[in-house]
């Protein structure tokens, strides 16, 4: 499902959202398939920098069995934030044992989070550049700041049959229904049509 238009959705949104059709079991497709996949999706989301990606595939390169226990685990991680983004959008109490893999994910995280100084500013910054689990890091930490802040709210999960994508729903009115009109919405509004015209 191709993304139209600059994405300003949360960096974890997006990374749920690297399965197609997450809710249709006959047309799912997950865009991630190897760790080099993962780390260049979260290059090309600016989760991490080029360099760092060229570091973290040299470690995958050296260290192959390593990097696909970490790939393994970051889609593990991706489905309990879904699981989890998916309570949140609808309000509901998340199943105790997605929680507990997002909790965990996000102690690992907090671990190599540090904060750094220059130019007399701060900012966070990662104590490693080449462990495996660096990829996630930033995107479990962008899931601990969406699910404990106010714009949670305006989370949703596309009414689009079988799409399962999320989206930040940020029109005036909260009145957003389709992670893309042009896709998921004019594919509701045609079978909507045909329905009225075949029961006519």
């Known amino acids: 499902m191709a993304e139209v ?33 993962l780390v260049l999706w979260a290059r090309d989301a ?37 699981s989890v983004l998916s309570a949140a959008a609808f309000k509901k109490e998340p199943i105790d044992a997605d929680l507990q893999l997002v909790n965990a994910a996000l102690a690992e995280c907090g671990r190599h989070l540090n904060i750094g100084s220059g130019s007399g500013r701060f900012h966070y910054t990662w104590d490693s550049d080449d462990h495996l689990d660096r990829v996630l890091w930033p995107i479990v930490r962008s899931a601990g700041d969406l699910l404990t802040s106010p714009v949670v709210e305006r989370l949703r999960l596309c009414e689009g049959e079988g799409c399962g994508w999320f989206f930040m729903d940020n029109t005036r009115n909260r009145s957003r229904r389709w992670c893309n009109m042009a896709v998921c919405g004019n594919r509701a509004k045609v079978k909507r049509f045909y329905e009225r015209h075949r029961l006519q």
């Open 5 to 37: 238009g600059k994405n300003r959705d949360p960096l974890c949104v997006r990374f749920v959202n690297t399965v197609d059709w997450r809710d249709d079991p006959g047309r799912r497709v997950d865009n991630l398939a190897s760790y080099s996949d």
């Open 46 to 82: 600016a989760a991490i920098t080029p360099s760092t990606a060229a570091k973290l595939i040299r470690e995958a390169n050296r260290a192959p069995a390593d990097s696909q226990t970490a790939f393994s685990h970051a889609m593990a991680v991706r489905e309990s934030i879904a």
